[in-house]
Each structure stands twice: as C-alpha cells, then as structure tokens.
T-cell receptor, first 113, second 113 residues
C-alpha cells in the first residue's frame, strides 16, 4: 500500500519558471513531512521540511505548502535554475519505529537553460 | 566528518551468490537504515536499527539480513542473490532525537545476473 503518492513523475521547466511537485498522504498519524533532493549518482539529501501545524514554510527559493484537511502538500521552486535539475522525493514520518520515512515515488525535474 | 560511507560502489553478482554491503557512519548516530531504490518506485526501507544490537524489519526485508554490533557499522547481507535484488542500495543514519533528518550514503549499485 503506497501511503505517499507523488506527482508528476517528471517535470520540465524553463529557467526562471516555477516548478511545482505535489504529494498526498493517507496516514493521519504522520507528523513531519520532508522533501529530499537527489542528484545523479548521489544519495538523497534533505532539502526542506514542514510540520502539519503550519501551512507554509519557505527557505530561499523553495516553499512547502501544506493542506492538512486535504492531506496534501507540495513543493514550489521559484525562479528555477538548471542547477535545480534533480530528482525530488516527498516523504512522511511519524513518531515511534525510529521515525521511518515513507517516500513518494519521486519527480525527475529538468530545468532548461 | 566523512558522514555515511558505503562500499562497494558497484557490484555484479551471479544468481545464488552472496555478498555484504558495508555501511559506516562517523556522526555517532543511533539510528541507521537500509533502503533500496528502484526506478519510479522511490526508496523502500529494508531494515533499520535503533542502536547497537537492535535491528528490525522494514517494508521489504525478504532476502536480506542485517547486524549492528557497533554504533558506527550497519552491514547488509544478501544471501542467495536473485535478479529481483538488482537495485541501488542506500544506507542512512539519523540522530536519536528530533524530527529525523536522515543522512544518506552515496549508494551501492548492485546487478544480479
């Protein structure tokens, strides 16, 4: 059972545009929602994260929007740059069980110069 | 700090062979994890450990074994390799407390022929 659904699978954006990746979750016990960024040949690295008690979190050009009632959250990349080209994973976790991460299936973002 | 290191980077196995994927972290993290990453499937948790001597199964443990004799090391053992175990394997670690930022190693690409 896939508990975190992510879309789109791939995304192509022009330099300077806005990239938007969406995720939906099912388990209401999740209490922390991170986004990981992965470059080819590398392991994922934490990009930004949010708790469900806030609706938005912004770090530089990266923003998470969170809708608790809809059980959805999204990553917005403003002024997208070619260096942002990577695979992005949303994830969710809850307390207990070593805070296991449940990952979405990933979005391959390509930013054209 | 080297962070999380994994060896080997690449490996080709024949069906039925066995091998151990090595993982070491130098951040004194209590929690360690093994994931496999398949195209379009995100990362799936194989096993995790909350400390030396304590391990537990994740979502996809069949065909794998782990041990945790020290805080630093968390090897993953594949017995009787099968083509279905062709994947990229990532080791990760995190602090005991906090929301759980997992730090990932660079991965091991395994092919079973």
């Amino acid at each position: 059972q896939q508990q975190v659904k992510q879309s789109p699978q791939s995304l192509i954006v022009q330099k300077g545009g806005i990239s938007i990746i969406n995720c939906a979750y099912e388990n209401t016990a999740f209490d922390y929602f991170p986004w990981y960024q992965q470059f080819p040949g590398k392991g994922p690295a934490l990009l930004i994260a949010i708790r469900p008690d806030v609706s938005e979190k912004k770090e530089g050009r990266f923003t998470i929007s969170f809708n608790k009632s809809a059980k959805q959250f999204s990553l917005h990349i403003m002024d997208s740059q070619p260096g942002d080209s990577a695979t992005y994973f949303c994830a969710a976790t809850k307390s207990g069980s070593a805070r296991q991460l449940t990952f979405g299936s990933g979005t391959q973002l390509t930013v054209l110069p | 700090n080297a962070g999380v290191t994994q060896t080997p980077k690449f490996r080709i196995l024949k069906i039925g062979q066995s091998m151990t994927l090595q993982c070491t972290q130098d951040m004194n993290h209590n929690y360690m994890y093994w994931y496999r990453q398949d195209p379009g499937m995100g990362l799936k948790l194989i096993y995790y450990s909350v400390g030396a001597g304590i391990t537990d199964k994740g979502e996809v443990p069949n065909g794998y074994n782990v041990s945790r004799s020290t805080t630093e090391d968390f090897p993953l053992r594949l017995e009787l390799a099968a083509p279905s175990q062709t994947s990229v394997y990532f080791c990760a670690s995190s602090y005991l407390r906090g929301p759980n930022e997992q730090f990932f190693g660079p991965g091991t690409r395994l092919t079973v022929l």
